[in-house]
């Protein structure tokens, strides 16, 4: 019998539940459900993304020339480069090229960059839905890159009069559209992220194979107790931190992914969650104290990756005292501790999920992805809160510009 590729279980008990909302999201999800399906079937909708019919902005023959390129460089901030790094992570064992991601304003980065690689010999992504992203832009000349029809550039971004659809005109550059509908944080799924992973070399067609699978009736169980349950708690504005226990590498940018669609989509009308991503064990002795025993108002969401590592560690030549470590691997001791870590959770009433992740494959990340945004979108519909916009954010950016012109 084949294993799921996602075990997922649930412990926000109900004692610390509102019962009346409780009904109330209830009943409001299946209308939710209904809308969201037929969000996936309209092309002009954001959540088309995740329908099978998805028409992609970019033809697989026209990205051949780009397939020898060894070394990949990605430019762009935020949900521009998060889910493109996110696939380079998980399933890194399967990517032989190596990639770059500059994805902040990192000085020391660029120069090193310049100093061991070749420039002609790397194949540079360039992405932002505006086409105007200022960290982007300044990448971008940093690395002093532009050249007359350069055939080692990539350039993504919508075709508006944006600088980046300008500076692709001028200079003859290979350019994708980005969809005007599809949000940066919604936008791994479409070229923004399937357009890199095709060229890192993963199979983009197992990536979205199961995009839907949590809107079907077996799998949607815990799609709808999750999100009226953590509906419940935002709306109680007791629960304010949401920490990702992270006891996988392979996850962690994917996590920086799911903070970013979290903090954005939610965090609006005095409401959301602050998502906090913490490595596990390590932080086992840094943190944890005050997770168990301080203030009370934080949600664990525990995620773990089964890796089948059969190396066992030999602890009888060295002393008596390590017998309990005796032909344990690695993973055994991080799974020892985070079941752990499990029963004092239960034990101290604290409330969290737990998402075990059973194969490093693409249709396991596909079926990651389309669940946070799913679950996202659907908390915030049910608390009335528009998950799809984000206006403090682009009050900095005009802020941002005024101060350098």
Excluded at 193 to 200: F, S
Excluded at 231 to 245: C, P
Excluded at 261 to 282: C, D, Q, T, Y
Excluded at 302 to 323: A, G
């Amino acid at each position: 019998m084949n294993k799921k590729n996602i075990l997922i279980k649930n412990n926000i008990q109900s004692y610390n539940l509102n019962n009346k909302l409780l009904k109330k999201f209830s009943k409001n999800f299946q209308k939710i459900i209904i809308d969201i399906n037929n969000d996936i079937k309209n092309t002009k909708k954001t959540l088309n993304v995740l329908d099978e019919k998805f028409k992609m902005n970019f033809k697989l023959k026209n990205l051949s020339k780009f397939k020898n390129f060894k070394t990949i460089a990605v430019i762009g901030m935020g949900g521009s480069i998060l889910g493109s790094a996110a696939i380079n992570s998980f399933l890194k064992t399967k990517i032989k090229k190596k990639l770059y991601f500059f994805d902040d304003i990192n000085v020391e980065k660029i120069i090193n960059f310049k100093k061991n690689k070749n420039a002609d010999k790397t194949l540079f992504i360039i992405i932002s839905k505006s086409g105007n992203t200022v960290e982007t832009l300044s990448n971008l000349l940093s690395l002093n890159i532009i050249k007359k029809k350069s055939k080692n550039i990539i350039i993504i971004s919508e075709k508006k009069n944006n600088i980046l659809f300008t500076i692709s005109k001028k200079f003859d550059l290979f350019f994708i559209e980005h969809k005007d509908h599809i949000g940066g944080r919604y936008s791994v799924l479409s070229a923004v992220g399937v357009l890199p992973a095709y060229l890192m070399g993963v199979n983009i067609f197992k990536l979205r194979k199961n995009l839907k699978k949590y809107l079907k009736n077996k799998e949607k169980f815990f799609l709808k107790d999750s999100t009226i349950k953590l509906s419940n708690l935002l709306t109680k504005n007791k629960y304010q931190s949401l920490i990702f226990l992270n006891y996988a590498p392979e996850l962690e940018k994917f996590l920086y992914w799911c903070q970013q669609l979290i903090a954005e989509s939610l965090g609006k009308k005095g409401k959301g969650f602050l998502p906090v991503i913490s490595n596990a064990p390590k932080d086992h002795h840094s943190l944890l104290q005050l997770y168990l025993e301080g203030p009370r108002n934080k949600l664990f969401t525990i995620f773990s990756l089964d890796k089948n590592v059969k190396k066992k560690i030999d602890s009888k030549k060295v002393s008596s005292r390590l017998s309990f470590l005796h032909k344990k691997s690695q993973d055994e001791i991080k799974i020892a501790q985070k079941n752990a870590l499990i029963k004092t959770l239960l034990k101290n009433k604290i409330p969290f999920r737990e998402f075990k992740i059973n194969s490093s494959t693409e249709e396991t990340l596909g079926e990651l992805f389309s669940y946070f945004i799913l679950e996202t979108v659907i908390i915030g519909k049910l608390l009335k809160i528009n998950p799809f916009d984000q206006p403090a954010v682009e009050q900095v950016k005009i802020f941002t510009k005024k101060l350098l012109s």
